[in-house]
């Protein structure tokens, strides 16, 4: 099945399904509602006809003034067929999500990394801390308003005198 | 966090140096492998909980070689972030380039002319064995064997060359680029890689009287840390990993892309030959199985290149602007799939660059895998997971 039969077949069969999108180029995804993720999530695993049973890649997207979009890329095993889930957030300061580790635990640091990186929190997290970044670091690098900061821990990043 | 019941100073760095002075019972204690350790592959540390000589909590912390190249994909333009992706699986730089230079084709919809998918073929197996080599030379320091690392780094040495004769350089090559590959290959190079697997072949079994069927080797690594079939669909355990725990799944044959359903080959499964299925000998053999598939493979290509029709590169513009949109990728890199999800806005930089790392999601399992495994199989278990830290940092 693609994206759109996927959508179609389970439009009717579970709540929080919100929408089919295809963009100009490249690959479709299927819209959910952020207060029903967790229980489409285990939908998607556990229903005989998707098997949706891998959790490739949790990506998080920083729309300024519109919305946060966590991205799910999932495939299946027994019937070999992937897709693609979107979840979107209001923009604001402290986005949150249900967390789908107990899902599939291959997204427990995938939510790290979007935590540490793009600043959104999984409620029920067991680990809710930073994986790349040094604990004490300042900031989400990949929103689209991060400043570059100019030291960390007293190191300044530009030397003043030369070599 | 490592314990919630135990209360845990909020400055991190205090946090790490009173770990293990706290309240814990005598018999335990907190031990950080790495990083700075040679058995960790590179600047990985693992915090072991121990009980005498028995793991029984496992936490690793990654991070040291972080970049954020995901930010560097969002600052620069399509084309100029091509050498980065050399820089995150250093050892199959070649498949990198490829996983990356396959999303934005797909996003701007080029096609690429047959010869160049079949360079790209020949040069992506190749580092394939290159890849493999090591995890086979270094799994032996691992284990204490010396000297397979060094018939190992014979080879690969050549293999560099060979590499070094196509594009120029020996470790970061930006050698598959998008629209094809930089430049043909030089007069004489086909000679000399299949002059190369002829000897590679007869040395692949010197490999495996050396070290695979190795008495200490087979005790070192047999019904050691077992994976099963579950906990690899559960964690996305991919390549290697995945197909030592008996899983029949290589993204080349089941989800082909570029030419790969013309070829044939086998793909080897870890069946429990010395043990169970899905233990460190499983994962093992199958890469030095899939050395000598590569091999094949690479044969195969160049005969095929014989009646290839294009050029070795497709003609793209100098301002690269592919349409709006998104696309992910996911290619069979030598330690899983490797995915490039790129969404674009239509100007010339990416407006996100995200990567999969198949190290980052293998990784992950061993907090499930360490705890109840002697410290010394520790160091197999992390082994046979066949990491490159520049690819789980990123």
Redesign the interface.
């Known amino acids: 099945m693609n994206t759109k039969e996927i959508f179609e077949d389970i439009q009717g069969r579970v709540s929080g399904v919100a929408g089919y999108e295809e963009p100009e180029v490249g690959d479709a995804w299927i819209q959910v509602d952020p207060d029903h993720w967790h229980s489409v999530a285990r939908f998607l695993r556990d229903d005989d006809k998707l098997r949706f049973d891998m959790c490739l890649l949790v990506t998080g997207l920083d729309y300024p003034d519109e919305k946060w979009v966590v991205v799910y890329h999932l495939h299946s095993q027994p019937h070999n067929q992937r897709t693609i889930i979107k979840v979107d957030l209001p923009h604001d300061d402290e986005p949150s999500l249900d967390s789908v580790h107990d899902v599939w635990p291959a997204a427990n640091w995938h939510e790290r990394e979007t935590l540490d990186l793009m600043g959104i929190q999984f409620r029920g997290h067991p680990n809710p801390t930073r994986i790349l970044c040094p604990d004490d670091w300042v900031g989400y690098p990949l929103r689209k308003d991060y400043e570059f900061p100019t030291e960390y821990r007293g190191i300044p990043y530009e030397r003043n005198e030369k070599i | 966090?490592l314990n919630p019941a135990m209360p845990l100073p909020d400055?991190?760095l205090d946090r790490d140096i009173l770990i293990g002075a706290g309240d814990i019972s005598t018999d335990e204690m907190y031990i950080n492998m790495g990083p700075q350790h040679p058995s960790t592959h590179g600047v990985l540390r693992v915090l072991l909980r121990t009980d005498g000589e028995i793991v029984t909590e496992a936490h690793p912390h990654?991070?040291y070689l972080?970049r954020?190249a995901?930010?560097i994909g969002?600052c620069l333009d399509y084309i100029k972030f091509q050498p980065y992706t050399d820089r995150m699986d250093y050892l199959a730089a070649m498949n990198n380039n490829l996983g990356y230079a396959m999303t934005v084709e797909?996003?701007a919809?080029l096609e690429i002319p047959e010869r160049a998918q079949l360079l790209r073929v020949i040069i992506v197996e190749l580092n394939r064995i290159a890849s493999h080599l090591i995890a086979f030379g270094t799994y032996g320091l691992d284990a204490g064997a010396l000297t397979p690392f060094f018939h190992a780094w014979r080879e690969r040495e050549e293999m560099l060359t060979l590499f070094e004769k196509i594009c120029g350089a020996r470790l970061t090559y930006n050698y598959v680029c998008i629209g094809g590959v930089v430049n043909d290959m030089p007069e004489g190079w086909e000679d000399m890689v299949l002059d190369f697997l002829d000897r590679f072949e007869k040395r692949w079994k010197e490999y495996n009287d050396l070290l695979t069927y190795n008495r200490i080797f087979i005790r070192r690594t047999a019904d050691i840390g077992v994976i099963t079939r579950e906990d690899c669909?559960?964690?996305?355990l991919t390549g290697p990993m995945m197909r030592g725990s008996g899983?029949d799944?290589d993204l080349r044959r089941?989800?082909p892309y570029m030419m790969y359903d013309r070829f044939e080959y086998d793909i080897p499964i870890g069946e429990g030959k010395m043990g169970t299925v899905g233990d460190c000998w499983d994962r093992y053999w199958v890469r030095m199985v899939e050395m000598k598939e590569s091999g094949k493979i690479v044969r195969q290509a160049f005969d095929m290149l014989k009646g290839a029709e294009g050029t070795h590169k497709a003609k793209v513009p100098k301002v690269f602007k592919?349409?709006?949109?998104?696309?992910?990728v996911?290619i069979e890199n030598p330690r899983g799939?490797l995915?490039f999800?790129i969404?674009?806005d239509g100007s010339k930089n990416a407006?996100?660059m995200?990567v999969?790392g198949p190290s980052?999601?293998n990784l992950?399992i061993l907090e499930?895998l360490l705890p109840g495994a002697m410290i010394a199989d520790a160091v197999m278990i992390i082994g046979s997971t066949d990491i490159v830290l520049g690819e789980v940092?990123?």
């Open positions: 966090m400055d991190p990654i991070g972080h954020c995901e930010k969002e797909k996003l919809g669909v559960a964690y996305a899983i799944w089941d989800r592919p349409k709006k949109g998104e696309c992910y996911g799939e995915g999800y969404v674009s407006y996100r995200r999969r980052f999601c992950s499930k940092d990123r």
